[in-house]
């Protein structure tokens, strides 16, 4: 059974950074296709970032491009969210979560796609 663990949410003002780990058990990372969503209060889960097998890029939503990054380390079985000048729309709980490789590129960033979920970690962004 694949579990996720993630850590490294908490208070960060606009303008700053924070990192945000993920870490697998049960499965090593190449075994699922790993993303990272995000879900703010009153509002639904979505998309923050992801790979696809089709491309050697990271994807990402709009709103996170050019200012957050995901990472991974195969070795310490752990995804990683660096998250760069966050703004206070970025306040949202973060979840890491794990798919199958077979879903394809236009599935891949709805959160029903994706079986596996870590508990969470909250991110406030505020001055």
């Known amino acids: 059974q694949v579990q996720l663990v993630e850590s490294g949410g908490g208070l960060v003002q606009p303008g700053g950074s924070l990192r945000l780990s993920c870490v697998v058990s049960?499965?090593?990372?190449?075994?699922?296709?790993m993303a990272w969503f995000r879900q703010a209060p009153g509002k639904e889960r979505e998309f923050v970032a992801t790979?696809?097998?089709?491309?050697?890029?990271?994807l990402y939503a709009d709103s996170v491009k050019g200012r957050f990054t995901i990472s991974r380390d195969n070795a310490k079985n752990t995804v990683y969210l660096q998250m760069n000048s966050p703004e206070p729309e970025d306040t949202a709980i973060y979840y890491c979560?794990?798919?199958?490789?077979?879903?394809?590129?236009?599935?891949?960033?709805?959160?029903?796609?994706?079986?596996?979920w870590g508990q969470g970690t909250q991110v406030t962004v505020s001055s």
């Open positions: 790979w696809h097998r089709s491309s050697s890029n990271a």
């Open positions: 049960g499965a090593g990372l190449r075994s699922y296709a």
């Open positions: 979560a794990a798919r199958s490789l077979s879903v394809i590129y236009s599935e891949i960033s709805k959160p029903g796609n994706h079986p596996y």
